[in-house]
């Protein structure tokens, strides 16, 4: 158990664009979900937290209207990147929880995002 | 703030070759420590969760232990297929009841056959 999956695995886009990235929890149902983005030989930098039908918590930093977050349900979050730029080409991972005082993040497999 | 350091940055072994990965941390009141494993050009796959100081857990040839300072990945006689990157996090009681992860770095392990 505990399955999460992402859509697209690989996103090549031209500068200027939007782009929505899906994240599902397959197999139970995620109260909170979590977006983060990573670079080269770097670690995971979380970029947001999101509980279903909240708005998300955005971490220091990270532009709300340029990184739009949905929890639309209990096994659905999107991450939107509206007017994407080269900059923002990086690998993004979702993870989502069942919730509780200590729960276990499962991540997603990621989805590598290209802008050119 | 919540800090995770992870020991060494990369790790070449020869395979059956054991060794120990290791993770100090601070945190203001530790609710959990976890293990990931992550692959290149993919998500972090879940390995533990440690709650307390003195716990230990097993899969295969992986042990994790944790003290109030620390936590060691011992892997025993490693397979060239353990080879990937092994992920430390903690979620600490300061989040505000939210489940925030800090991560470590990483330590790449490289077994060689």
């Known amino acids: 158990g505990a399955v999460v999956s992402q859509h697209p695995s690989r996103v090549i886009c031209k500068s200027g664009t939007s782009v929505k990235i899906e994240c599902r929890s397959l197999d139970f149902q995620a109260t909170t979900m979590f977006w983060y983005r990573q670079f080269p030989k770097q670690s995971l930098m979380l970029m947001a937290t999101?509980?279903?039908?909240?708005?998300?918590?955005?971490e220091q930093g990270v532009e709300k209207d340029k990184f739009l977050i949905n929890h639309a349900s209990l096994t659905l979050s999107t991450l939107t990147v509206t007017s994407a730029h080269p900059e923002d080409s990086s690998f993004y991972i979702c993870?989502?929880?069942?919730?509780?005082?200590?729960?276990?993040?499962?991540f997603g497999p990621g989805t590598r995002l290209t802008v050119l | 703030e919540d800090q995770v350091t992870q020991s060494p940055e990369a790790l070449r072994l020869q395979e059956g070759e054991s060794s120990s990965l290791n993770c100090s941390y601070t945190v203001s009141g530790l609710r959990g420590l976890f293990w990931y494993r992550q692959d290149p050009g993919k998500g972090p796959e879940f390995l533990f969760t440690l709650y307390s100081a003195g716990e230990e857990k097993e899969k295969e040839r992986l042990k994790a232990t944790l003290t109030k300072k620390e936590s060691f990945l011992h892997i025993t006689a490693p397979k060239p297929e353990d080879s990937a990157t092994y992920l430390c996090a903690v979620q600490g009681g300061t989040q505000g009841g939210s489940e925030k992860l800090v991560f470590g770095k990483g330590t790449k392990l490289t077994v060689n056959p």
């Open positions: 993870s989502a929880s069942r919730g509780g005082l200590v729960d276990t993040q499962y």
């Open positions: 999101s509980n279903e039908g909240s708005k998300a918590t955005y």
